[in-house]
C-alpha cells in the first residue's frame, strides 16, 4: 500500500522556470491537498480539492496552479519560480471529512529556487 | 480567523523525563483540535485528536486534553524515549471550515 506518493524529492530550479510537482494516492481519497511548510510558520495550505474537477484556493495560492482530472493525481505547477517558493512541499489526502479521517501524508519535495 | 499557537522549542530532554507541550487555539464555535508528529525525512502523521471540549486523545503513551476554558490541548507523555525525537504539531479544523490550521511546530529532540 503505497499511500501518498510525491515526486520528485528534491528539485532545485532558478528564477522564472516552470515546474510540475506530482502527488499520487492509491487510497480513493476524495480529498486532497498541497501545502508548504516554512521554518517558524507551520504549514501553510496553497490548493485543495474535494473531488475530481472541484479545486479551490487556500492561503498562500499565488504563483500555483492546480488540476484535478482523476481522484488519483493531483499535481501543483509552479508557473514562473521565484525565490520565494523555496520551501518543502506536502501533499496530503483524506476521505472527506477530515474531522474524522486523518489527513494521510508523503514524504514530501524539498525545492530550491536560486 | 482561527489561528493555533504552540511553543516552538527546540525541546531538549533526558529519556524517562516528562514531556509536556504547550497549545492554545483561537476559534469561532468548537473546533476539532490535533496532533500531528513529523519524524525526520518523513511527511506528517496524526498523532491524536480530539472533537469535543473535555474529550483526552491518546496515542503511544502521549495525551492531550480539550480544554474550552482555557483554549488549550496541550501534549503530554509520561516518560520519553529517544524514538520520540520529531517535531510536533498541534492544529484545529474550525467549525463551517474545509480545512486545518497548523501550528509551528515544536522540534523535540531527546538524548539517552
Known amino acids: 500500500n503505497a499511500g501518498v506518493t510525491q515526486t520528485p524529492k528534491f528539485q532545485v530550479l532558478k528564477t522564472g522556470q516552470s515546474m510540475t510537482l506530482q502527488c499520487a494516492q492509491d487510497m480513493n481519497h476524495e480529498y486532497m491537498s498541497w501545502y508548504r511548510q516554512d521554518p517558524g510558520m507551520g504549514l501553510r495550505l496553497i490548493h485543495y480539492s474535494v473531488g475530481a474537477g472541484i479545486t479551490d484556493q487556500g492561503e498562500v495560492p499565488n504563483g500555483y496552479n492546480v488540476s484535478r482530472s482523476t481522484t488519483e493525481d493531483f499535481p501543483l505547477r509552479l508557473l514562473s519560480a521565484a525565490p520565494s517558493q523555496t520551501s518543502v512541499y506536502f501533499c496530503?489526502?483524506?476521505?472527506?471529512?477530515?474531522?474524522?479521517?486523518?489527513?494521510?501524508f508523503g514524504n514530501g519535495t524539498r525545492l530550491t529556487v536560486t | 480567523g482561527n489561528s493555533v499557537t504552540q511553543m516552538e522549542g527546540p525541546v531538549t530532554l533526558s529519556e524517562e523525563a516528562f514531556l509536556t507541550i504547550n497549545c492554545t487555539y483561537t476559534a469561532t464555535g468548537y473546533p476539532s483540535l490535533f496532533w500531528y508528529v513529523q519524524y525526520p525525512g518523513e511527511g506528517l502523521q496524526l498523532l491524536l485528536k480530539?472533537?469535543?471540549?473535555?474529550d483526552k486523545g491518546s496515542n503511544k503513551g502521549f495525551e492531550a486534553t480539550y480544554r474550552k476554558e482555557t483554549t488549550s490541548f496541550h501534549l503530554e507523555k509520561g516518560s520519553v524515549q529517544v524514538s520520540d525525537s520529531a517535531v510536533y504539531f498541534c492544529a484545529l479544523w474550525g467549525p463551517g471550515g474545509q480545512n486545518f490550521v497548523f501550528g509551528p511546530g515544536t522540534r523535540l529532540s531527546v538524548l539517552p
Open positions: 480530539a472533537t469535543k471540549a473535555d
Open positions: 496530503a489526502s483524506s476521505y472527506g471529512d477530515s474531522r474524522h479521517s486523518p489527513l494521510h
